[in-house]
């Protein structure tokens, strides 16, 4: 990763206080067709929601370590894990960063699971949790609207189905030989939502197939199309290639990803009114479960792969 990387220039902003606007569907399905990624401001999130969301997550992972083995754990499928990462990448690079999964709906099924130090992580992360739902649920109908499908596509079954946040922590980069970072990967995912204390999110870039940076603009969250919604478009829109880039400064990088899906065991497909003669079923059904127990199979092929017809 030690590459030059241009920032990716032009990248699609939609106006969340606009959303149901023909001029914002329309944004949408140029964004998630051409990107695979968008940033969505007025997105009515609060700033001090957002601040507490990662100053908790930072005072989390600024614990001691014997404060955070009680959630350590190679179990994927548990819904609270904390893990320190280091996974290889390229040219012998190891990259390395500390993680933190929670399952976030039904709330009150898992809140108490959460940690209980620092003393208000669970309210301060169950306002975010709570607040971000929403605006997931409000972009997904707005999204299916984008496909030409109705709003309400799948609404009940989205509004339904799991919400897992994923936390990383990026420390600085020491010139040691481990460098901090995520490597490229899509997300198993309907739609991720992002929020980033910092810059470090690179995408690719389908116009010329190399890898951009993507600006941090103040008060956005950013909006990342994962491998469902690639099967729900039956492969209009694309899950979008990315990763983060090793820190270049002294300041710890903190990521919360929510990362918003169907029912465990809920089968997704390629909406039927998105397939006939001219554009055939291009995907096979699969669940969340599918897509964990691959993962716990070691297979290198990426799942989306796998499930292409």
């Known amino acids: 990763m030690e590459e030059t990387v241009q920032v990716l220039e032009k990248v699609p902003i939609i106006n969340f206080s606009h959303l149901h606007h023909d001029s914002v569907t329309k944004q949408i399905h140029e964004a998630c067709r051409n990107f695979g990624f968008f940033h969505v401001m007025n997105h009515g999130i609060s700033d001090s929601v957002i601040e507490e969301a990662l100053n908790v997550n930072s005072n989390f992972f ?5 404060m955070k083995e009680e959630f350590n754990s190679d179990d994927i499928q548990k819904p609270v894990r904390f893990s320190r990462l280091q996974i290889g990448c390229h040219e012998n690079e190891m990259l390395s ?11 009150h099924q898992f809140v108490n699971l959460w940690p209980s130090n620092p003393l208000n992580y669970r309210e301060k992360m169950g306002i975010y949790a709570t607040e971000v739902r929403k605006l997931g649920i409000e972009l997904f109908g707005a999204i299916m609207e984008s496909l030409n499908l109705s709003p309400t596509y799948l609404k009940q ?11 990383n922590s990026y420390p600085p980069c020491l010139g040691s030989s481990v460098k901090t970072g995520i490597a490229e990967h899509t997300d198993h995912s309907i739609i991720t939502i992002l929020l980033q204390s910092s810059p470090g999110l690179h995408i690719m870039d389908r116009s010329d197939g190399t890898w951009k940076s993507i600006r941090k603009i103040k008060g956005s969250l950013e909006v990342i199309v994962g491998d469902h ?16 880039i090793p820190s270049s400064n002294n300041c710890t990088r903190l990521t919360i990803a929510n990362l918003h899906s169907l029912g465990m065991d809920d089968i997704v497909e390629p909406a039927a009114k998105l397939v006939d003669e001219e554009h055939p079923k291009g995907y ?4 969340l479960r599918d897509y964990l127990g ?12 796998k499930i292409k017809i």
Request: no cysteine; charged share 15%; hydrophobic share 40%.
């Open 62 to 66: 600024g614990l001691p370590m014997a």
């Open 97 to 107: 960063r500390d993680f933190l999964k929670l399952y976030a709906h039904p709330l």
């Open 157 to 167: 079954i989205f509004e339904q189905g799991m919400q897992v946040i994923g936390i």
């Open 229 to 244: 919604l690639e099967t729900i478009s039956n492969g209009l829109y694309k899950s979008v290639l990315h990763r983060a």
């Open 284 to 287: 096979r059904g699969s669940s």
């Open 294 to 305: 691959h993962l716990s199979s070691k297979d290198a092929t990426p799942f989306n792969h």
